[in-house]
Nanobody, 121 residues
């Protein structure tokens, strides 16, 4: 019922910046939390940043002060601006959206396919 399209990944040198976007489409009535997770090779997937419907945000400690998450409710889109990137930020980033749809009875988590972010040293 919900499709997520991610964009903005790629290769960047340490200290550089990237901006990831995730646009949700489908029979969406409302969206609660939107966020980004990442998974590095051999490691568990972790929450990077999340933003609630009212604009409250949460970040993993390692990205605080460097990453900024935002959302455009009119476009059902979530962004994360990633500055001063480090090699340890390398991984596959997954968009996550918790949404209530036209025919649903509860909010459901939807996941993007993942987008690669590689930070070289």
């Amino acid at each position: 019922q919900v499709q997520l399209v991610e964009s903005g990944g790629g290769l960047v040198q340490a200290g550089g910046s990237l901006r990831l976007s995730c646009a949700a489409s489908g029979n969406i009535i409302s969206i609660n939390v939107m966020g980004w997770y990442r998974q590095a090779p051999g490691k568990q997937r972790e929450l990077v940043a999340a933003i609630g419907s009212g604009g409250s945000t949460n970040y993993v400690d390692s990205v605080k002060g460097r990453f900024t998450i935002s959302r455009d409710n009119a476009k059902n889109t979530v962004y994360v601006q990633m500055n001063r990137l480090k090699p340890e930020d390398t991984g596959v980033y997954y968009c996550n959206v918790n949404a209530f749809t036209t025919y649903g009875v509860r909010k459901t988590d939807y996941w993007g396919q993942g987008i690669q972010v590689t930070v070289s040293s």
